[in-house]
């Protein structure tokens, strides 16, 4: 849902960038954008990205690790201007909390072609478990476990209903809420012991490359369809958007693709500084600069596009 802001901030700001033809600068609190980080490896990827594009521009990302609960309380209480990681389906329920409180606004879709539901190795996948009606079948093999992400996840608690309503007769069974280098450590633990597991699983993310993973069937009712099909969009709070309308100009434009945050989380996996691997990326696409940074500026008026260029040949 996209929400129109017609706030007396929101006109005056329209009827600057008319009378000077260009856009309209922000005020000075404007020049630090305060985000989030839930510990998942994509959004750290895509908020770095954000912070060298935006360093450039003259603005500050004030990212805190916070889980997805935590973060929506924290925009709804005005402490978090805006979120590169709004999962959809998964996360509607803060969205809607949000929405009712008026608090949230929609500023576009960085990222399609995204799935997240239940998955396996190949190895437990061969045991014949390839859909979510295949598991109880094999509970004890599967030690009645499914490994989930960290606690308060959307995802986790999908599974916690699963089980507590007894769907595919999983009534019994239990989430291990984890991060999700700690999940991700146990499966390949379990897989290379040669005991099955089941886990969450999503793309984009280099464990795709990582696990030869099957993506279990017949989670619709919980995950969506397309094996929980997803696109993750940029949010802001309304306020913010009003009063700083350059900055979520400069926030909002940044869209990826699966393939891009597959080869950005690949370093990070490994160790490397965020910030150093995003620079490198984008030192090596600059194509991908110009639709970002189309019509946007630096904090000084200045061609946005040309500053971060010039950044990424320092």
């Given amino acids: 849902m996209i929400k129109t802001v017609s706030s007396p901030l929101a006109l005056a700001a329209l009827l600057a960038s008319v009378a000077t033809g260009a856009a309209a600068q ?4 404007c020049g630090t954008i305060r985000t989030f980080d839930p510990g998942w ?4 990827a895509t908020n770095a990205v954000a912070t060298v594009v935006l360093d450039a521009l003259g603005y500050d990302l004030d990212i805190k690790t916070l889980a997805v609960p935590v973060g929506y309380e924290a925009m709804k209480g005005d402490q978090i201007d805006a979120f590169l ?3 959809m389906p998964a996360q509607q329920a803060f969205i809607d909390d949000l929405t009712k409180a008026e608090k949230v606004q929609v500023l576009g879709t960085n990222l399609t072609g995204a799935k997240f539901t239940l998955a396996v190795p190949k190895a437990t996948a061969d045991l014949g478990i390839r859909s979510f009606a295949d598991l109880q079948a094999h509970a004890e093999e599967l030690d009645r476990t499914i490994y989930g992400i960290e606690p308060g996840a959307p995802a986790n608690q999908n599974i916690q209903r699963m089980i507590d309503a007894g769907d595919f007769g999983l009534k019994d069974w239990k989430v291990v809420e984890s991060s999700e280098q700690g999940m991700l450590a146990q499966v390949q633990r379990a897989d290379r012991a040669g005991d099955p597991v089941v886990f969450l699983a999503w793309a984009p993310h280099p464990m795709n490359t990582q696990i030869d993973i099957t993506y279990l069937e017949g989670g619709d009712a919980y995950f969506g369809p397309d094996f929980g099909g997803a696109e993750v969009r940029t949010i802001a709070r309304p306020d913010w958007v009003a009063q700083c309308p350059s900055a979520a100009k400069a926030f909002g434009q940044l869209v990826f693709d699966v393939e891009m945050e597959n080869e950005l989380m690949g370093p990070l996996l ?5 910030q150093d691997a995003a620079r490198e990326w984008l030192a090596a696409h600059p194509e991908r600069l110009a639709p970002w940074l189309d019509g946007v500026t630096t904090v000084d008026g200045e061609p946005g596009l040309a500053a971060v260029q010039a950044a990424l040949e320092d």
Avoid: V
């Fill in 26 to 29: 922000d005020a000075a609190e």
């Fill in 41 to 44: 490896t994509d959004i750290t």
């Fill in 85 to 87: 990681g709004n999962w």
């Fill in 270 to 274: 490994e160790g490397d500084d965020p």
